[in-house]
């Protein structure tokens, strides 16, 4: 409903772009894109449907990929509708949401001047079932993880996850962003290769070596950006490839992921020579 009235009664006219969009719009959106954190949810996302999956007796590898395929596009056909929804909402919310702290206030200023106190609420209940299906997915594969890992039991690492989330995420949302941001830089390009390599695995001579090597780089190169964007001096790595773009991860991941494709297993014979 919302995105039908946003295209049907838009509040304000689409703004020009302001800001980093002005000459870097792509870069931007592309680092915006971490505060989502959807590429986390999908790999914890993953593991579930996996188990799911399994559990109602397929094995096969090929009906296992189908059945993954399927769920990957209804879930970006869906996050897509929604994501396209907000872009056109924040692009015509200037009128209505002027001096807005983040995307949050500007989404509940949108609502209230569409629908009045009535859509907040409605708002409200839309959000609270959106970030349950989210948490409750995050919070389950975690606290799976960890009890595999600790003698703590599944349901009290659920217990202590759920804490845990509940006393961070009421700090704020413009403060949890500020907290975050950091942290996403660092670890989202290390998600992306991780993503990157489950797709090449295959065509890797050495995937083991392949893998750490590639995500060895990710993070080295990423905890630049993650310094940069935290308030450190880095001025003096700033001749890396897309370091004002706040990407100085992308090339040096790139090289060396064809450096392993590259990169032959020594033979049997050869290590017999030696």
Known sequence: ??????VMNPQGDIASAQGAYVDQAFT???LEGYNTMDTFAALMFGMLIVDVIRKKGVESEAETCKYLIT???IAAAGLAFVYISLFYLGATASAVAGGA???GEILA???LSLFGPAGQIILSVIIVLACLTTVIGIVSACADYFSSLTKLTYKKWVVILSIACAVVANVGLTQLIAFSIPVLFALYPVAIALIAMTF???????PELAFRTVLSVSLVF???DAAKVAGMDMSALSALPLFDYGMAWLMPTAVTILAMKLFKRPSVASVAIS
């Open 1 to 6: 409903m919302l995105a039908v009235a946003v």
């Open 28 to 30: 931007t959106g592309f």
């Open 71 to 73: 769920a990957g596009v």
């Open 101 to 103: 702290a983040n995307g």
């Open 109 to 111: 200023a949108y609502v």
């Open 200 to 206: 090449l695995r295959r065509f890797m001579p050495n």
């Open 222 to 224: 990423a905890l630049i």
